[in-house]
């Protein structure tokens, strides 16, 4: 594990033009993908993720989306320092900002609730997608270019996700009818209505949102792509912990449709699915449940 250390000091180092050595290592809880640490030293200190060698990619995608949700100078992220491999170790450097995920005031969620809005409206894309693929979660997430939404996202988000189901051997055959005959009708939920590309930040929920010492908004662990604006929004009710300020505050800048409601649950079930390959069986009544509910609004 030095081994691995030294090598991390080393990258800092090239990348910050400065000698940095980490004289302190601190644990941090609250990720349950990788493992979290805070290395401090001289002054200086830096977030590092750690994985398994073989999830090298995991990074690259997420320094890039980091990258890219920081090009648009609205929402504040850790930067990306370095990354790279150390024997059976991958790692990702980032700068360490001081943030309190559970303190945030209501008129710092308005200011973040107003700058996703104008993010969403001001980063478009002539397409769906992302140049390269990432994950969500540790889940593989698919991001090949379509003109189309409704083609993207059933093949490149339910589909590949039901099938990960299937694969897994976690529902029945009645489930995956159910799941085949939804992406069979998608249609009726943009019969009038046709999003553009939006910059999205794709794995929105509260615990990837926090406030600085200054409350300032700052977002990390994206699953970044050019998609639906109501993705982002649905994710952020998933799991709930959003303040009602910070809906009104994105409203005010660009309302949402009255389909939203409905589209809402057909966004939220690739995320509870993916939860469902992630976590287990323990999301698979919840799915289910949401699949009835989408039938039933084109039976």
């Given at each position: ?227 639906d604006r109501e993705a982002d929004l649905a994710m952020s009710e998933l799991f709930s912990g959003f303040s009602g300020d910070f809906y009104a505050a994105y409203r005010q800048v660009w309302p949402l449709d009255v389909g939203y409601p409905v589209r809402k649950i057909l966004y939220n079930l690739y995320h509870v699915l993916n939860h ?24």
């Amino acid at each position: 594990m030095n081994v691995v250390w030294d090598e991390i000091d080393q990258r800092i180092s090239q990348a910050t033009n400065h000698v940095f050595q980490g004289r302190r290592r601190s644990s941090l809880s609250g990720g349950s993908i990788s493992q979290a640490f805070r290395v401090e030293g001289g002054g200086a200190q830096f977030f590092v993720k750690l994985h398994a060698s073989s999830n090298l990619t995991m990074f690259e995608a997420e320094a890039a989306g980091l990258q890219a949700l920081a090009e648009t100078q609205l929402l504040m992220v850790p930067e990306p320092v370095c990354w790279g491999v150390s024997g059976e170790y991958c790692y990702l450097v980032m700068s360490y900002l001081d943030v309190a995920p559970r303190a945030r005031s209501l008129p710092a969620e308005a200011v973040f609730g107003e700058r996703l809005a104008q993010m969403h409206q001001q980063q478009k894309n002539s397409r769906f997608g992302w140049y390269r693929d990432n994950t969500i979660g540790s889940t593989l997430q698919r991001n090949s270019w379509h003109s189309c939404w409704l083609d993207f996202y059933r093949d490149q988000r339910l589909a590949f996700q039901l099938d990960l189901v299937a694969r897994q051997g976690y529902a029945s055959s009645k489930f995956m009818q159910k799941g085949e005959r939804l992406l069979s009708n998608l249609a009726p939920f943009f019969s009038d209505y046709q999003p553009d590309p939006s910059l999205l930040h794709g794995d929105l929920w509260s615990g990837n949102v926090a406030m600085d010492v200054a409350e300032q908004p700052v977002v990390f662990d994206p699953a970044v792509y050019y998609g639906d604006r109501e993705a982002d929004l649905a994710m952020s009710e998933l799991f709930s912990g959003f303040s009602g300020d910070f809906y009104a505050a994105y409203r005010q800048v660009w309302p949402l449709d009255v389909g939203y409601p409905v589209r809402k649950i057909l966004y939220n079930l690739y995320h509870v699915l993916n939860h469902l390959n992630l976590f287990g069986r323990g999301y698979l009544a919840q799915a289910e449940n949401m699949i009835d509910r989408l039938l039933s609004e084109i039976s």
